[in-house]
């Protein structure tokens, strides 16, 4: 994988100087015209040994174009904000916006790659994080991303050389160099997962492109053409025909059957007896947030439904059971001009929760497989790759110890009708009902189908919905309730069989 | 996932015997317009529990559509033949060409799930299974197939019933009950694999159809019209743009530096040292291929290279050296129909090597990123996915045990014209040289970037390339021999360190 970066590539102090000029404007030109056309983000990973001048090229990328357009990340050692969360959280705060380019010297390879190679993780578990990078990659470049992996390569020999020089140099100080000569001794086990690692993650997405890291001229023309290109051939593009879709058709309906008509839309619960549950029900789940064993979990409660089906309602009583400082209430509406200019899930993966806290979702990540696939707001190919995204976000959830608790609240369309009027006659609730909310009732198979299609799609072992008959306010309340305490107290148990030791793993070793 | 096929969908006989002819007629027109266009394959799957009519349907599909374009595949236990390839080989050698529709009963996920649920393999053995078999599906469908996968669902209670039902019926023997019984009591253990397997396997590309398996006549509806409808809507995209191609560009050349220039062109052997050591290489090649624990792997080696560089003469200097039984030389040249009707890696697979033999491939695989990419057969898209595909078909070839050993033979320009006119001169020659062979010639530079990027690209450490120096015939030659010396005594000494139980494995525990 390595051959072709580690011939000696070198440019001449002459040619370099005779090129640079015209390169840089029009990197300048294409960063512009990128800029104005916020069309798509450039995500540039500089990936490759220490030594081997990855730093030096982000800097001359800022040097060379206009940073204002840029954020670099070093991504170093993650702060305790970011470990509080799944793995792929910072990477996610820190997505360049449409418009812009990202360069990140430290990425989701990085910290699997030390990991193995230290002998922390074992195979099967770098094998499983390469996968994961895999599919985000596929996941931002679906979402119109530009990708770009450089890989700057060193033989041993180079970087031992390279090392010497540092060493003399007055910028070096004598723990790096420490570390260096440590580093150095381990280039063979980090050549042997680096090649596994190019391998597998050369996607025809987004390829590594391995540049031989000792010459610098050579190493800031490869990388200064490449980005100028892609640029330019991608901006070309953007008026290109949408990709074809190649999946087969979903579920057809075949009798009148499906999901939700099988529910029981009559149940309801005696006043008296909602007044008892609701107390009781609310002092457990109080109590259970309280748990010592709760600082090592958190809670995301979503709750989608049909227009009017009391979702407010019923989040309202499940705040009411909890200390103000520990939940958050998510609402979503329509995106944000920043959240439009970012991958659809960046707004959800901004608002996960720290350990010991519930977020509640009061519409969510869902929207892509309902309002937007029943409104056409997004093509088949987008929202049929939805499912696959949903589940992988929520499988790193789990994976953190984020219990995912999901609500389908339904009514009936009679009920919504006779909600629907109720609200334009009391004046405090007339704000609630909009037109768009009759319009959305027009297409109510269409969004039963799409309701079915997602709870069939997404509804997995770890994170499984619940329908809730809600024709009756107090009856969907108590179930809610009841449904999120036996959760959190099933995860607690499983967290408490599980012991501490397992429970607060060193830092390092994530 | 399960949710939409336990809900007791049925369909009533009078519905059912209106709907089913007009199903049937559109079916039969559907699969005689496939066939007429020949525009792609058609690839199902049935997987699903025992009892859930996966055979019934099977048989169905060949009664209701013209059962000489449709192929069945049961796929129980593999032969003596299959379990000397790796897994796939069955799978490949079983592919429908295009125009005509394969049934799989068995498929990729069946013996996965079975070694996972008897605890033979471990949660990450699984992991990998199953992201081979995404990487499969994606090749096949990125190759035009369309691939239809149904899943037939029971839940446990209706499965008992269905048991029961067998027990009484003539057609169920003792030992298919004893074993059924068996399964009813592992439901809950087959459930949680085929949960994780549905989810993680249901791709945007592939995504399972799950159907609830209780009720045969809304069974056979659902699976008639889904296969209809994507067959419909599959012919009526053939004629849609192609994918838009989202690849940033490979590296571009920035000096007049690569890998074929590196080479020390002018290295020749004395005529006296040539034949005293090819001789001295044929016997030791001999030996080793016959060494007792060579039954246990196997070799195959591929010959790539410019045009008049030698490769015949240096493949006869190793077929010299063999059993005549034990080889085979497979000379590529253009596709034949039969292959053409395949995806592009079907044509070697077939070819693979039982356990202890040798292949030799006189041109191979690597045609893709070679001739193909640089004469426009195939689109950019197809030959920068066809890297990553080429390095997954090497590691399942290094998984079982076949040793790939790659030369890369080169000749200079010069060389080669000396060689074309010496061909046209000489009459026994001539017929080796055409128009064909000079019009590449004016592709050289086109050639040497498209073999520079091979390099990079597919140079692993299961299986690198050996670029081979060949102006001089004689001193390739023994460069030849020497490298596949080396390269098979290495593995011979892995396998024997490894020990013969590691080696010759229970069959089961495939």
Excluded at 24 to 31: H, K, P, V
Excluded at 54 to 62: D, E, I, K, Q, S
Excluded at 370 to 397: H, K, P, T
Excluded at 434 to 461: F, I
Aim: net charge positive.
């Amino acid at each position: 994988m390595f051959e072709s970066a580690e011939l000696g590539h070198k440019i001449k102090k002459s040619a370099y100087d005779k090129e640079v000029p015209d390169l840089r404007e029009a990197l300048l030109d294409i960063q512009m015209e990128l800029a104005k056309s916020g069309a798509f983000q450039v995500i540039i990973l500089l990936g490759g040994l220490d030594g081997s001048g990855r730093g030096a090229t982000a800097n001359l990328l800022n040097e060379w174009m206009d940073p204002r357009h840029i954020q670099t990340h070093g991504m170093g050692e993650p702060s305790d904000e970011e470990l509080d969360r799944p793995m792929m959280w910072r990477f996610w705060r820190a997505l360049p916006p449409k418009g812009k380019i990202g360069i990140f010297l430290g990425s989701w390879y990085t910290w699997p790659i030390l990991n193995r190679v230290k002998g922390i993780t074992k195979d099967s578990d770098l094998n499983q994080s390469l996968e994961r990078a895999v599919q985000l990659e596929k996941m931002l470049v679906d979402e119109g991303a530009l990708v770009l992996k450089f890989w700057f390569h060193l033989s041993k020999e180079k970087q031992e050389k390279r090392f010497k020089e540092l060493e003399k140099s007055s910028l070096a100080y004598g723990t790096t160099i420490k570390q260096d000569k440590k580093l150095l001794k381990e280039y063979d086990a980090f050549q042997a997962v680096h090649e596994k690692v190019i391998r597998y993650t050369s996607t025809a997405e987004a390829p590594w492109l391995v540049v031989e890291g000792v010459d610098a001229r050579y190493r800031n023309l490869t990388v200064g053409k490449v980005i100028l290109k892609a640029i330019q051939d991608r901006l070309r593009l953007e008026n290109a025909p949408p990709p074809r879709i190649l999946a087969p058709p979903l579920m057809p309906p075949i009798d009148n059957l499906h999901l939700l008509k099988t529910l029981d839309m009559t149940q309801e619960i005696d006043k008296q007896d909602y007044k008892v549950e609701l107390e009781k029900l609310q002092g457990r789940l109080n109590d259970l947030t309280r748990d010592p064993k709760f600082k090592y979990m958190s809670v995301i409660a979503v709750f989608e439904g049909n227009d009017a089906a009391g979702k407010g309602g019923s989040i309202r009583r499940i705040t009411g059971a909890l200390d103000a400082r520990s939940y958050q209430v998510i609402p979503i509406a329509a995106p944000t001009e920043e959240e439009r200019a970012q991958p659809y899930l960046w707004r959800f993966w901004r608002h996960l929760p720290r350990k010991g806290r519930v977020t509640i979702f009061d519409r969510s990540w869902y929207g892509r497989v309902l309002v937007e696939r029943v409104e056409g707001f997004c093509s088949e190919a987008d929202w049929m790759r939805a499912y696959g995204e949903i589940n992988e976000f929520e499988a790193q959830m789990a994976r953190h110890r984020i219990l995912v608790i999901k609500f389908w609240l339904t009514i009936t369309k009679d009920e919504q009708l006779r909600r629907f009027e109720e609200r334009q006659q009391i004046g405090f609730k007339r704000f609630k009902i909009t037109d768009e909310d009759w319009r959305n009732r027009e297409k109510w198979e269409q969004y039963e189908q799409a309701v079915c299609d997602m709870v069939d799609r997404t509804s997995t072992l770890n994170a499984p919905w619940t329908l809730v008959e809600a024709n009756s306010k107090n009856f969907a309340r108590v179930k809610i309730l009841k449904t999120l305490c036996e959760r959190v107290e099933g995860k607690l148990k499983e967290l408490g069989a599980q012991g501490l030791d397992y429970l607060d793993p060193p830092k390092k070793s994530r």
